[in-house]
């Protein structure tokens, strides 16, 4: 009959049949083949991950900057306007040492037609008093009179501050009077030796 063609059995190759192991070879080609992918996948994805990267974060800081801008703005007019109204409150306060004498001051009446004239002319005063270098209430004009009768200062930090300076200005604290305020307090020495301090406290 003559030699016939011999055929090869229909199916996967035999190294590829189901249950039988894969051969060294074609374990290469699978690995080379993943690493290919992967590579090309990373070529592909990282730069497109620095860009989205960069852009997100200069969009981020021009919106910062963008929403920042008014509010600084409006801080730093603020800040201004608190230091004018601080710096003309502090020099009325210093004036008013510095033109009248102990026994002025000490005088209720008069002390009180001097705040009411400070009132007239700048607002956010609350009240004026005399105190003596020992840091005892020698006078005093407004609304707490008598539950500030017979104060004594010495041991406040602002009065500690007044003794090294010719005039101070607190942060806001609570003191005697157990309410947030702050005090504008000026020390001025006499001709005659005496040194009196004069505090005015603000509206905060």
Same mark, same amino acid.
Do not use: C
């Given at each position: 009959?003559g030699?016939r063609?011999?055929?090869?059995?229909?199916?996967?190759?035999?190294?590829?049949?189901?249950?039988?192991?894969? %051969?060294?070879?074609?374990? =290469? &080609?699978?690995?080379?083949?993943?690493?290919?992918?992967?590579? *090309?996948?990373?070529?592909?994805?990282?730069?497109?991950?620095?860009?989205? %990267?960069? @852009?997100?974060?200069?969009?981020?800081? $021009?919106?910062?900057?963008e929403?920042?801008?008014?509010f =600084? %703005?409006?801080? $730093?007019?603020?800040? @201004? %306007?608190?230091?004018?109204?601080?710096t003309e409150?502090?020099?009325?306060?210093?004036?008013?040492?510095?033109?009248? +004498?102990?026994?002025?001051?000490a005088?209720?009446?008069?002390?009180?037609?001097?705040?009411?004239?400070?009132?007239?002319?700048?607002?956010?005063?609350?009240?004026?008093?005399?105190i003596s270098?020992?840091?005892?209430?020698?006078? &005093?004009? +407004?609304?707490?009179? *008598?539950?500030?009768?017979?104060?004594?200062?010495?041991?406040?930090?602002?009065f500690? @501050?007044?003794?090294? +300076?010719?005039?101070?200005?607190?942060?806001?604290?609570?003191?005697?009077? #157990? $309410?947030? #305020?702050?005090?504008?307090?000026?020390? #001025? !020495?006499?001709? !005659? +030796? *005496?040194?009196?301090?004069? =505090?005015?406290?603000?509206?905060?």
């Amino acid at each position: 009959e003559g030699f016939r063609t011999r055929r090869p059995p229909r199916g996967p190759p035999p190294s590829s049949r189901r249950g039988e192991p894969e %051969s060294p070879r074609l374990r =290469r &080609y699978t690995a080379l083949r993943r690493k290919i992918v992967l590579i *090309r996948a990373a070529a592909a994805s990282i730069p497109l991950l620095i860009l989205a %990267s960069i @852009n997100y974060f200069e969009f981020r800081d $021009a919106f910062t900057r963008e929403t920042e801008a008014p509010f =600084r %703005s409006l801080v $730093a007019k603020t800040k @201004n %306007s608190f230091e004018l109204f601080l710096t003309e409150r502090s020099s009325t306060v210093s004036l008013i040492a510095s033109l009248y +004498g102990y026994e002025d001051l000490a005088d209720k009446e008069r002390l009180g037609r001097i705040f009411e004239a400070m009132q007239r002319e700048f607002s956010g005063f609350v009240d004026l008093a005399l105190i003596s270098r020992e840091g005892k209430l020698v006078a &005093y004009v +407004g609304p707490l009179g *008598r539950e500030l009768a017979g104060a004594d200062y010495s041991g406040q930090e602002w009065f500690k @501050n007044i003794q090294t +300076g010719k005039s101070y200005v607190s942060e806001v604290f609570e003191g005697l009077r #157990h $309410a947030p #305020h702050m005090v504008i307090a000026v020390r #001025h !020495d006499t001709p !005659d +030796g *005496r040194s009196l301090i004069v =505090r005015a406290t603000l509206d905060t």
